[in-house]
């Protein structure tokens, strides 16, 4: 089993930027990939950004590329995602997943709210 805790989230304006934590324990040994999805209500939940453990490779989601950037720390097994120019529609609950072979693993979430 991995655990994830996510943290960082909050109410922000228009146009700030944003720091989100996601921090794995447990069977942390081969995390093959960790990622940031989001869910707004009424909507499905979407990939935000994805990065893979070992290379570092990373993929991004259409909404925000450009303006997103993910990021990991292998020894404290953690991902993060900066957040910037944030938009109202960006308001969401972002949820941190890990793949450890071939299961997946999903976080809480934390909620961020862009005011306009």
């Known amino acids: 089993q991995v655990q994830l805790t996510e943290s960082g989230g909050g109410v922000v304006q228009a146009g700030a930027s944003l720091n989100l934590s996601c921090a794995a324990s447990?069977?942390?040994?081969?995390?093959?990939?960790m990622a940031w999805f989001r869910q707004a209500p009424g909507k499905v939940r979407e990939l935000v950004g994805l990065i893979t453990w070992i290379v570092g490779t990373t993929v991004y989601g259409n909404s925000v590329r450009g303006r997103f950037i993910i990021s990991k720390d292998n020894a404290k097994n953690m991902v993060s995602l900066h957040v910037n120019s944030l938009r109202p529609e960006d308001t969401s609950v972002y949820y941190c997943?890990?793949?450890?072979?071939?299961?997946?693993?999903w976080g809480q979430g934390t909620q961020v709210t862009v005011a306009s």
């Open positions: 997943r890990a793949r450890r072979r071939e299961f997946f693993y």
């Open positions: 447990g069977r942390t040994d081969n995390i093959n990939e």
